[in-house]
């Protein structure tokens, strides 16, 4: 009728046209036509107190108990509840034709109160308002949470599981780092000590081979310092002592005599005497990036014990009576003052072989400079393959000595308590992997209680909005009547439920 006015329209066509009510507005419209009562509401509590009273004793008929189940009964329901009990109650019907049951009078009563002023067509109307503001949505609102839950429980256990693989690798690695199957912690890690005397001989083979080496940094250092070859000694002189006695005890690196007799030590307890200090090793002091190496200072390692190889006077030598005890019993990689000495020199010879493979890769051999023409034929023999043998020499010595595995077994063997502390801190990355296993275990019972909660939401869900398009289509056909039939559309949100 587009282009038309109302008045333009006949009785019939005005007849046709369709009331179009806003399903948030149903109730407000209902009551200034006046369908409704304002004060439907407390009629409609008198109603629902019967009702309440009435469903306490139905008959077993399952038609019924499907009405009963799961929903608020409303007005059609009782007009349905009563055509039921039309069957089930025919036996009462007395000789004029009346039901003599009292079940059928209650719940007849009820439909006429219901029916009294359009009672239950403001209820129905509230119910869909509700239904479709606030219960389905609410529902929906809790069915997108758990979805979000799961979302972020799917992530966790994810986190978690990665966490857990992280802790069990750190503890793989650690393992590893230390030589030891991981199995039964402690007792690998004692075991590990026994393995200190081979190792020990092994270093000890190769640190023999540092003649020569030795002897290049000497004659280096003398050239440089114009010195002569009385002060070769302090060049490296532990190293120099290691080369030619091996591994000694300390007691014959200090007096220069082989003990007569070595006491056992408990290297524990020597360790509860010695300051913290004494116990860590100074890395810090030679820069392997240096440009220029100043050969002119003194080449004595602080806190060196002077080598004395004369022979001792009477007095001296009756005094220990050649026995080793105490520190002068260990040998010399098992004490931590001569050790730190053995490093040291190391580390000086390391940066000084460095240096001289860095210059001798450069454009320019500082070799070649006239001040170096007179250097001795030890210097000068000596090409870029020999230094860089040399330096793979003591790199390798110097990585034996300062690994994680030879640092922790140094301290295995020295520290009871640092088995402990070694052995609780192996212990808690399996701890750790546990705690991520567990936390990961718990996020997935999450998500699966939420998953569940979200599958007993839907089928409510699915329910409510079955129930409420019903009670649309009864509300529209209601209304529709009161309008000589014409269609009757509820809009809005009761659309999109």
């Known amino acids: 009728m587009q282009g038309m006015n109302v008045g333009d329209l006949t009785a019939q066509q005005i007849e046709n046209l369709p009331i179009d009510i806003s399903s948030s507005k149903l109730l407000d419209w209902l009551i200034d036509r006046r ?8 009629a409609a509590l008198v109603i629902r107190e019967k009702i309440n009273l009435a469903i306490q004793d139905m008959p077993e008929v399952e038609e019924i108990k499907q009405l009963l189940s799961g929903t608020y009964i409303n007005y059609f329901h009782c007009l349905k509840i009563v055509e039921l009990l039309k069957v089930s109650e025919e036996s009462s019907k007395n000789i004029f034709g009346y039901y003599s049951s009292q079940r059928m009078k209650d719940w007849q009563e009820i439909v006429k109160l219901y029916e009294k002023e359009s009672v239950y067509l403001a209820e129905a109307a509230h119910m ?12 929906k609102k809790q ?21 857990s693989s992280a802790a069990r690798e750190d503890y793989k690695q650690a393992c590893k780092q230390l030589g030891i199957r991981g199995e039964k912690i402690r007792s690998e890690l004692l075991e590990l000590v026994s393995e200190l005397p081979k190792t020990y001989q092994s270093i000890e083979d190769q640190a023999r081979k540092l003649t020569d080496v030795l002897e290049f940094y000497g004659a280096f250092v003398q050239f440089v310092n114009g010195s002569d070859d009385s002060n070769i000694g302090d060049v490296c002189p532990l190293l120099r002592y290691f080369t030619e006695h091996g591994n000694t005890t300390v007691y014959q690196w200090r007096t220069g005599r082989v003990p007569e007799t070595v006491e056992e030590v408990n290297l524990s307890l020597l360790a509860e005497d010695e300051e913290t200090k004494e116990d860590e090793i100074d890395f810090s002091g030679i820069d392997l990036d240096a440009g220029e190496i100043d050969f002119g200072i003194s080449i004595e390692t602080e806190g060196a014990e002077t080598i004395d190889f004369g022979v001792e006077d009477g007095d001296n030598a009756n005094e220990d009576g050649g026995v080793a005890r105490g520190n002068d019993a260990l040998c010399l990689f098992d004490h931590v003052p001569t050790r730190n000495q053995f490093i040291n020199e190391i580390l000086e010879i390391q940066a000084f072989l460095t240096q001289r493979k860095t210059e001798m890769e450069g454009d320019t051999d500082v070799l070649s400079d006239n001040q170096f023409q007179t250097a001795p034929q030890a210097i000068q023999s000596k090409t870029l393959t020999h230094i860089c043998a040399m330096l793979e020499l003591v790199d390798t010595i110097h990585g034996r000595l300062t690994d994680t595995k030879m640092q922790h077994l140094f301290l295995l063997k020295g520290s009871p308590k640092y088995v402990d502390r070694l052995t609780d801190s192996l212990k808690q990355k399996l701890l750790l992997e546990e705690k991520m296993l567990a936390s990961r275990e718990a996020v997935r019972q999450k998500r699966l209680d939420t998953l569940e909660d979200q599958r007993k939401l839907e089928p409510k869900i699915d329910a409510l909005v079955r129930r409420t398009k019903e009670l649309q289509r009864q509300i529209e ?21």
Not at 35 to 41: F, G
Not at 128 to 139: A, C, D, G, H, Q
């Open 35 to 42: 369908h409704v009562n304002l004060k439907w509401q407390s």
């Open 128 to 139: 869909l308002t509700r239904n479709v503001s606030f219960e389905i949505p609410s529902l």
């Open 143 to 163: 069915v997108t949470k758990c979805q979000q839950s799961q979302a972020e429980c799917v992530k966790k256990e994810k986190d978690y599981g990665e966490s």
């Open 477 to 497: 056909e209601d209304i529709s009547k009161r309008y000589k039939n014409r269609p009757v559309n509820l809009m809005g949100a009761i659309n999109t439920i």
